[in-house]
């Protein structure tokens, strides 16, 4: 890397360059003479140093904590339609983002059609279920595709409890008492979070509505909890049994640090920003009617 340059060819860029997801902890965003620049005392994959950022071939700038941001980098940042979100360290909490990302609505535009037209959405609804299951349900009703993904989900639970060696009483969560569940229903709480805001920081460097899910849909973030359940098999149970497993044998603490860091460690790993961000643009840049251009 030369020195004082972050240049996308040259730097590591933690989980998705080829997005152009750019990952910052540690420093000072701020402007100068014109230029976007990044001061950081080192952390991560970067040095200490004082380097100028590319902003205009970067999509989204993704704030870890221990990072400032002047006045004059918000503007820039807005002028030029480059997004930026405020996460968790390695992305494991989603606290905010600047309303400026991809300088296009299509996606947007889709992802409104698809969920607002019954035979579209149930499609979308067995693709996302064919991901997470191995195969394509049959084209039946939405509650229906609920109830057999909730049917096959017992028996993952206790498939990887068992693989983790965990006593597994099954899933049982009381939103009034959420510390009084055994450790590894709470390990599961704290890794779907973790999950969620991975998810949605995909959503937000994508464009997309998080309000608009095709699955859930109360919450007004239905659309991140649809991406973040694709990788509940292979990402949030084997973080949260994994974690149970360090908290009752190795004896670590408490369950919410210890899922943390054991998320962020696998969100690095095993580039889920990145992945995430491949299936959300599969999913709906599949359904193009080549009306929305």
Known sequence: ??????????????????????????????????????????????ERGDYGLPFQMVSCLV??????????????????????????????????????????????????????????????????????????LPAIDLDALRGIEGARMKETYRQLAAQFGIEWQGRRYDRSAPGEADVANQAINHAASAVEGAALTAVAATGTLPQLGFIHEDSGNAFALDIADLFRDAVLLPVAFGATRKVLRDKEGPVERVVRHLAGETFRREKVVSRMIDRIKELLDADDDRGDT
């Open 63 to 136: 704030l870890q904590p221990g990072t400032s941001v002047s006045h004059d980098a918000l503007r820039l940042l807005a002028r030029h339609g480059t997004a930026l979100v405020c996460v968790g360290e390695d992305g494991v909490r989603f606290y905010a983002s600047l309303p400026a990302g991809p300088d296009a609505s299509a996606r947007a535009r889709r992802q409104v059609k698809i969920w607002s037209d019954a035979a579209r959405r149930v499609h979308a609804v067995r693709q996302l279920y064919a991901w997470r299951l191995g195969e394509v």
């Open 1 to 46: 890397m030369l020195k004082g340059r972050l240049g996308l060819d040259t730097a590591r860029i933690p989980h998705a360059d080829r997005h152009g997801l750019l990952w910052l902890g540690r420093g000072q965003l701020y402007v100068e003479a014109g230029t976007l620049r990044f001061r950081t005392a080192g952390g991560g994959d970067l």
